[in-house]
Structures are given as C-alpha cells and as structure tokens.
C-alpha cells in the first residue's frame, strides 16, 4: 500500500455533494476507475478516522482502510463504471464490505473475485408476512420465541432436521428452491418473490469440491451463528403507504417473521477453494493486483467459469436453507395459533442477496453492455418496470431488505432509477461493523446486553449467550444512519421500518 | 437448546478418509493439557485475529489450532476419548499453516464433528511442507459443549510465521 502523510492522501478525495465522495484516480496504483463512497457527516467521520489512523507510522494491520479499499478494487482488470462504497461499508478481505464492483464480459481482460462475493456466499435477508398484529402475539410472545427457537437449529455444531441424503444434496444445489418446491417445503408464490426466483440455472454442482459438500449437508436448514438470526418483527413505522400495500403491508402494528442466513460452510468453503485455485491462475495469466486477498481470474478462463458454476451452486443451497427456515417457521406459528400458516397470510414478501456475483444488463456511457456485478455486503435495489422484478413489484421497484443489529431496527427499501444509473442497481445491506469482536469482548457485558434486550420488551433466544456482546448494537455503526444516507442519496427509497419483539440467534 | 441427534436424520453417510492409529495410545491428563494457554485473539472490526507462540515452530503451528478451537467452544469442556488423524500439506510456510488449520476446522464441521482438547504435531517436514498430526477430543456435543462462534474460514490475511532461537510465534486472521 502506498503510505503518504493524511494531508496528502485527503488531495485524492473529494466530497461532491452532501452525500458522496469521489476518490480520484491515483489515490492507489493502477486506478482504471474512479471510486465513489456514499456517507452522511456522521459515517463520513468515521470513514476518514479510519484513513488517518492508517497512515500514521508503524501501522501495519490485516486489512487496509476501507476508502483504499475501495481504491484497489478501481484498479482490477476490466471494471467499468466506478467502484462504488455504499454507506454501511467496512474493511474486509481484498474488497472491503459494502463494496460494488462491475466488470465487462465483453472485456477478455476482465476478472471474477470470490473476494468480491464473500466467504457467505448468497448470505442474505428473506421477509415474511403475517395477518397477525402484535396484540394477538404479544400474550403468547415467550411461547412463540421459544418454538421458532426449537424449531429451528441454531449456532456452532448444530445439525439440519431437515432429512436429506448425498443424493438430495446434488439435486438441490442444482435446483434451488425449485428442489424446496418439489418435495413441499415452500409455496410457489414464494419463487415468485424471490431474487432469481431461487434457483441460478448455471449452477454446477460437480464443480464444487466433495469437501463443500460434506461441509454442506449437516447444516443445510440451519441459521448459523455470528450475525445470523430469525426475527419476529412489528411494523413501526410505514413512509410509502402505497408501496407497502403492495407488499401486503396494510398496517402500523403488523407482524413480519425476518430470517438473516446464508449458505454455511458450503459458501465458505466454495469461496476458499476457489481463492487458492485462483492463486495459482493469476501467475499464470500474469494479473497483477494491488493486493494479494484481490485473489481473481480472467471470466473465461476455466477457474473463473467453475467459479461462477460453484458460486451458483452456493446460492442455491442458501436458498434451500432460507426456504426450510421459512418452513420451520410457518410450521412454528401455525402450532402456536392454531391456524394453518395460508390462513395466517404468511407470504414470502421478498428474499434478497447481499453477497453475490450476478451478470446484468446495465448502460454504460449511453451503451448497454452485460457486465458481471459483484455485490458484497451490498443488495441489489432494481427500479420500478425492471423485467427481472416481479409482477406485483412492477410499479413500486424491487423491495430491498435491510437486516438491523440485534435489538435496534431493520428496513425494506424500494429500488430506484437513480440508484440504477449511479451504481448498477446497488444500495446498503445493513448495518456495518464499528468495533472489532475482541473489543466488544472487552467492553461490553453479555449480560447488560441481554438485560437491556429485555427492557425493550424483546425476547432474546440465544444459542450462546456469553458472546451476544460481539453483536451488541454498540459494536455496529446506525442502521438508521445507513439506510437515511442511501435515501438521502436517492440510490433506494425508504418503505417501511420493523423493530424486533423477539430474536433467535445462534 | 434443542438435542440435535446426529443419528437422527436420514444422512447418507459419505465416505470419510479419516483413519484411527493402529497402536492405542495412553496418555496421563497432566501431559497433554497445558497450564498456561499459550494464545489469544486481537482485534479486527470483521474477523479475528489468532496470535499463538511456543518454544517452537510446531508447538506454535499446535496453540493456534488451540485458539481455533477455542472459539468455538470452552476447551475445558472437552474430554479427551478419541483422537483423529490431520494431515496437511502446502507449498510454502503460510500455505501449510494455512491447510493444517483447514484440516482442522473440516474436522469439526463434517463428520466426525470434531473439537479437539489437544493437537500434538508428530511430523514436521520443512522440505515438502507437509504435516502430521494428532487430534486428541471427543465429537461435539450440543448441550454438553458450550457453544461459542462459528469459523468459518481461514484467511491468508496478514498471515505471519515468525521463527526464532527459543520463540516461534504465528499470526493468522480468521473469518467468523
């Protein structure tokens, strides 16, 4: 990394309007594009604090400054447009999260990184809806947490319930959520509201390592731990009425089910196997990155496309575990009420990605091109009369899920044209990380956690206790912050805000 | 907590390459567990960082399995009644730190499920970079083991090995 003095680095950046920063070309070495940030005064502060501590002497760390971050990417082979930061970014392998990236197919030079997907490939945020309000769930709060808490297996070493063999397996990965319809685990409703309507036709699973899959098929139908969870949610607050009734949000009160998950140790072990095989492809193909975790390879080249065919394979089985949860869960209301889970409307609202690579049609200086979007730590928000949005979202644009911190809130967004046209279609995905494990470790007691948890009426489930102060809300920055700043940007629109009666985490 | 049985379900079992040693091992408690634990986490806003040290290279490369473990579940918990072959091997230094850390995480996560009270490093070839190892624990228990943060990758991310007279340390970033 080039180290210059803070004063010197700050020439390179340039705040364009309220909410956006430019970093111009040169800022690191081989900038193809410019890079772009979305922040407020508040996440700007912290963005640039970042920065400065970087470049004091001696610093020497894993990860680099998100905003140089940023900077490396713009210097990949192939990418147009420009590298965009959204406004919940933070450091991460290679790509920071919350980082954009979209390169051109048409370009031979062009590259795919696992490092711009993410470990947790398909990691993402489903909602469903109830025609329950909060007074018919209040009385039986503690009840209901419990079951969705015994239905579904959470945490460390825990295992599916969901029976499957090696054989269901291969098919699911390549199925998707067409697998969970077959053998009755989802409604097909539910396909129709969902990204790719579940299931990435180019999915190979004999590209995926038999280590994966191995990995895979104890925890497929599992939440995971770390920032994972399920969530029986209360609608609080509704900013497009309109918009929310077509998502079948009619009221102030309502209650949504929200499930935060990925594709568990499959993902991450995709995304490693394909890190080292694309080790060794960079040195044959001569790629040059400013950073070794930029591990990438040409598209065509075959560890780029079995790349992909394994990623697809990943998403799908996220969907697949995604759709069993959403099972577990309608099975878990459906018991408590007494009512079958169609008689409760629980319809699936939307389920987003936020960490994938999806080819895409998007206009690139006055041309369509396809490119290959790597969206990490970021979820894609498709403005009103897309084709790829479905047909009850036609007119209001593609909802957008955006999972808040244990505790605070969470938000469904809608996508917009301008955030079509300024960053490919991309918004937020959460919250972002503020503090390190190790520090909220230090810092902050389980126990005020859970305590204050309970003050705010909130049930808390937790598969391990001692270390819910890693995902306290004081280790992340605002997700009201995060999500105002994309509004203000008008890369997606605010719709409706949902805070948590209970949570389930692992 | 749910009982999670892992005879429940109708898993087929896939083949498993890992094999028991032949000749039964006894081993006193007072030999394999150390006193002082020899490692720790740092910080980092994502992941974590492990950092282990020992008196040598091996015994750095066995604390930072140790620490790997050690977030998953209390080690004290973990009785020692089986053991599981680990064998790894890579190009260089980091890489092989890297796989035999891999080698143990995959015993955890697939079967056998395995979280390991000690790790004893029997071979150590510098030239081929190749490692083998002895894993000694019991498979994990839901109930009986505590459940801490889920690894779920290893990362080549400011990975260091430092070799010295008398003090060896590692430092490697893990994804959680």
């Known amino acids: 990394m080039v180290v210059r003095q803070y004063n010197e680095e700050l020439k390179y950046l340039e705040k364009i309007n309220p909410y956006c920063w430019k970093i111009k070309k040169g800022f690191q070495p081989n900038m193809n594009v410019e890079g772009v940030f979305y922040v407020n005064n508040h996440l700007e502060k912290l963005m640039l604090e970042e920065l400065r501590n970087s470049c004091r002497p001696g610093m020497v760390g894993g990860f680099l400054p998100g905003v140089k971050q940023i900077a490396n990417v713009a210097a990949l082979p192939g990418i147009v447009g420009r590298s965009v930061g959204l406004p919940d970014i933070h450091s991460g392998y290679g790509f920071a999260i919350g980082n954009m990236a979209a390169f051109d197919m048409g370009d031979p030079k062009s590259v795919v990184s696992p ?210 949860m959403t099972f577990l869960s309608r099975q878990a209301f459906a018991k408590q009420f007494h009512l079958t889970p169609d008689d409760l409307d629980m319809h699936v609202i939307y389920d987003v990605s936020h960490n994938i690579a999806k080819i895409e049609e998007h206009i690139v200086d006055g041309k369509q091109k396809t490119l290959l979007v790597h969206r990490k730590g970021s979820t894609r928000a498709f403005p009103p009369h897309h084709p790829l949005i479905p047909v009850d979202y036609q007119l209001t644009g593609q909802p957008v899920l955006i999972g808040g911190t244990m505790g605070t809130c969470s938000y469904v967004l809608t996508g917009t044209e301008q955030g079509m046209q300024e960053t490919f279609g991309s918004t937020c995905h959460g919250a972002g990380r503020a503090l390190s494990r190790a520090k909220s470790r230090r810092n902050i007691d389980y126990k005020d956690v859970l305590h204050r948890l309970e003050e705010m009426g909130i049930s808390i489930r937790v598969a391990s206790p001692k270390l819910v102060m890693e995902e306290a809300p004081e280790s992340y920055k605002n997700v009201t912050d995060v999500v105002d700043t994309c509004h203000a940007a008008g890369i997606s629109k605010k719709c409706i805000k949902l805070r948590p009666i209970a949570v389930i985490k692992g | 907590m749910i009982d999670n049985d892992p005879q429940d379900s109708n898993h087929e079992q896939l083949p498993t390459t890992n094999a028991v040693p032949d000749t039964p091992i006894s081993w006193t408690y007072g030999d394999i567990v150390p006193a002082v634990v020899p490692f720790t986490n740092l910080d980092h806003t994502a992941d974590v960082q492990l950092h282990a040290w020992g008196d040598t290279l091996e015994e750095a490369f066995e604390q930072c399995a ?70 000694y624990g019991e498979e994990f228990q839901i109930g009986k083991h505590p459940q801490g943060t889920e690894v779920k990758a290893i990362t080549y991310s400011n990975m260091q090995v430092h070799e010295n007279e008398g003090k060896s340390e590692v430092f490697v970033i893990i994804d959680i």
């Open chain 1, 115 to 324: 490092g711009g997907v993410g470990f947790d490939i398909n990691c993402g945020v489903r909602l469903l809806r109830t025609n329950l309000h909060e007074n018919d769930v209040l009385p039986v709060k503690e009840q209901l947490a419990q079951s969705m808490f015994d239905h579904i297996p959470v945490g460390v070493g825990s295992k599916g319930i969901i029976p499957m063999n090696a054989r269901d397996l291969e098919e699911a990965l390549e199925m998707g959520m067409d697998w969970s319809l077959r053998e009755g685990y989802v409604w097909a409703e539910d396909k129709e509201h969902c990204e790719e309507y579940g299931r990435m036709l180019n999915a190979d699973p004999s590209k995926v390592s038999m280590r994966a899959k191995k990995r895979g098929l104890p925890q497929l139908g599992t939440l995971g731990a770390g920032n994972h969870y399920a969530e029986i949610q209360v609608v609080d607050e509704i900013f497009d009425k309109w918009a929310a009734s077509k998502m079948g949000i009619e009221m102030k009160g309502q209650i949504c089910v929200m499930i935060h998950s990925g594709s568990r140790g499959f993902g991450h072990q995709v995304a490693t196997d394909a890190l080292v095989q694309m080790e060794k492809a960079m040195k044959r193909d001569n790629i040059e990155t400013n950073d070794r975790q930029l591990a990438c390879a040409h598209i065509g080249s075959p560890e780029g496309q079995d790349y992909l065919k394994s990623m697809a394979a990943a998403a799908n089985f996220a969907w697949v575990n995604r759709s069993s």
């Open chain 2, 66 to 135: 140790m620490a790997m473990f050690g977030y998953m579940t209390e080690i004290d918990t973990v009785e020692i009644s089986e053991c599981q072959d680990v064998v790894a091997e890579g190009h260089d230094l980091l890489s092989l730190l890297f796989h035999f850390l891999d080698e143990c995480l995959f015993l955890f996560c697939a079967d056998p499920f395995f979280i390991a009270r000690k790790v004893s490093i029997v071979e150590f070839d510098r030239t081929n970079f190749r490692i083998k190892a002895v894993a």
